[in-house]
């Protein structure tokens, strides 16, 4: 595809319920992210994953919070009994091999939105 | 603990003035530099990056001033124009690392016409 591509653009749940966001990357691309932008907070790294490697988990804030990657491309990122703290804009991002100086496609995000 | 600090917050500017944004770092593995804009809406794109060999880059109206021994780093926006008006984060990481950048909180840019 053009670009990193993120589904939905906009999510609303009540508080307890549970949400997957998804994110396709650019094609070939063997390293994906995500972060969470919230209001004033910059952005959070969550979850990496690179090729066959396993996924760096360190910044999910708690086990409520999974991330999974089919077949080295799309991801979905699960919050399980959502909290109104979880709400926030959702970013994937993807880049070629995954190394440290490397541009980071980012998607458009997903606004999650928890009553 | 924020490893990357940027300031200020926000910015207004008049259009044809220059934009500084400022970042401080704690972390000397860090060898990797980047600026981030954020337009309303769109994910962050990467505008310009350096490296700590070199004190500064630039590539058109933007430059990135580095300052190893004070472990600050700055992008200047020269001749700002309305359409800079963004937000702007700078980030940082380390070859051999988590290879994961880190992000500074982010500053919103506004040029008035």
């Known amino acids: 595809g053009a670009g990193v591509s993120q589904s939905p653009s906009n999510k609303v749940t009540e508080k307890g319920k549970d949400v997957e966001l998804r994110c396709d990357p650019i094609s070939g691309h063997t390293a994906l992210y995500w972060y969470r932008q919230s209001l004033g907070q910059g952005l959070e790294f969550l979850i990496y994953?690179?090729?066959?490697?396993?996924?760096?988990k360190s910044g999910l804030p708690s086990d409520r919070f999974s991330a999974e990657r089919t077949g080295g491309s799309v991801s979905t990122l699960t919050i399980q009994r959502t909290q109104q703290e979880d709400s926030a804009v959702y970013l994937c991002a993807s880049s070629s091999t995954g190394q440290s100086n490397e541009k980071l496609f980012f998607g458009s995000g997903t606004q999650l939105s928890v009553l | 603990q924020q490893q990357v600090k940027q300031s200020p917050q926000s910015l207004i500017v008049q259009k044809g003035g220059i934009s500084i944004i400022n970042c401080a770092y704690e972390?000397?593995?860090?060898?990797?530099f980047p600026w981030y804009q954020q337009f309303p809406g769109k994910g962050p794109a990467l505008l310009i990056a350096?490296?700590?060999?070199?004190s500064e880059k630039k590539e058109g109206r933007f430059t990135i001033s580095f300052n190893k021994s004070a472990k600050q780093f700055s992008l200047h926006i020269m001749d700002s124009q309305p359409g800079d008006s963004a937000t702007y984060f700078c980030?940082?990481?380390?070859?051999?690392?988590?290879?994961?950048?880190?992000f500074g909180k982010g500053m919103k840019l506004t040029v008035n016409p």
């Open positions: 972390n000397t593995a860090f060898d990797y």
């Open positions: 980030a940082a990481s380390a070859q051999g690392g988590s290879e994961k950048l880190v």
């Open positions: 994953f690179q090729g066959n490697s396993a996924p760096d």
């Open positions: 350096i490296r700590p060999d070199v």
